[in-house]
């Protein structure tokens, strides 16, 4: 299984950029998926997940930021709307076979599958 991450790159405050993943393995179809992002200096945090058709997102992309999944192409989207300087870091695409369960979902522990991350920079 490979998670392979796209659509990084620089944008102004205000604009938007749409993140891709493409999920390879002919037998996964993960049941939860989800970014996460790590600015320099910072711990890996959650950002956005789809787990067993039900969304969940960081309170401070909340309205901003959503997550979807074409499960034909085993693809995930971040459409990131509105972006500020703050949210400047490299975003990861994750994904795990199984549903996880909700107290647990927000965990980058909870994932057994990572792509290699895309570099998002806002400038101000």
């Known amino acids: 299984v490979q998670l392979q991450a796209s659509g990084g790159g620089v944008v102004q405050a205000g604009g938007s950029l749409k993140l891709s993943c493409a999920i390879s393995?002919?037998?996964?179809?993960?049941?939860?998926v989800g970014w996460f992002r790590q600015a320099p200096g910072q711990e890996r945090e959650f950002v956005a997940i789809?787990?067993?058709?039900?969304?969940y997102y960081a309170d401070s992309v909340k309205g901003r930021f959503t997550i979807s999944r074409d499960s034909a192409k085993n693809m995930i989207y971040l459409q990131m709307n509105t972006l500020e300087p703050e949210d400047t870091a490299v975003y990861y695409c994750?994904?795990?076979?199984?549903?996880?369960?909700?107290?647990?979902?927000?965990?980058?522990?909870?994932?057994?599958?990572w792509g290699q991350g895309t570099l998002v920079t806002v400038s101000s």
């Open positions: 994750a994904a795990n076979q199984n549903r996880i369960a909700s107290g647990y979902a927000r965990s980058v522990r909870a994932y057994s599958h």
């Open positions: 393995g002919r037998t996964f179809s993960p049941n939860a």
């Open positions: 789809w787990n067993a058709r039900t969304t």
